[in-house]
């Protein structure tokens, strides 16, 4: 079970890497396309600055490309090796994980690039920057 102050917890809710309190996202939602890039400036418990610099998170694409690989292989075995289809049938199922899971290796990108740089801090309290 993933609890407060772990890194991990951070990374799989989207929560504020700092305090663990709130969504660092407008909508929790990944898969309401409008919304998927749209994120709070600041975490209104700790007054965490999410936007660390402009353009931040062009780091992620770097986080994203393993985890869009992650994804890739999993598919590959389970088309491949799990349920025994041909390789062209696997490929094809590579394509439509990538494309279905999109939303979530975006979010999950973002989540993983911002944990690299904010701790999680059990004391954090609402300061100004």
């Known amino acids: 079970m993933l ?6 917890y951070s990374i799989l809710t989207g929560s504020c890497p700092k305090c663990h309190e709130e969504s660092m996202y407008v909508d929790k939602k990944p898969y309401h396309i409008g919304n998927l890039f749209k994120m709070h400036d600041r975490c209104s ?18 986080v994203s490309y393993g985890v869009g690989i992650a994804f890739a292989v999993a598919a590959f ?7 025994g289809t041909t390789l ?5 199922a590579i394509v439509i994980t990538m494309i279905a899971f999109m939303p979530i290796i975006i979010r999950l990108s973002r989540n993983i690039w911002i944990n690299f740089f904010i701790s999680y801090d059990k004391n954090a309290v609402k300061t100004r920057d």
């Open 3 to 8: 609890k407060k102050g772990n890194k991990l």
């Open 45 to 62: 418990h700790c007054n965490t600055k999410y936007k660390i610099e402009p353009s931040f998170f062009y780091g992620a694409m770097y």
């Open 77 to 83: 075995v389970i088309a491949r090796l799990v349920l």
């Open 88 to 92: 062209t049938t696997a490929f094809i």
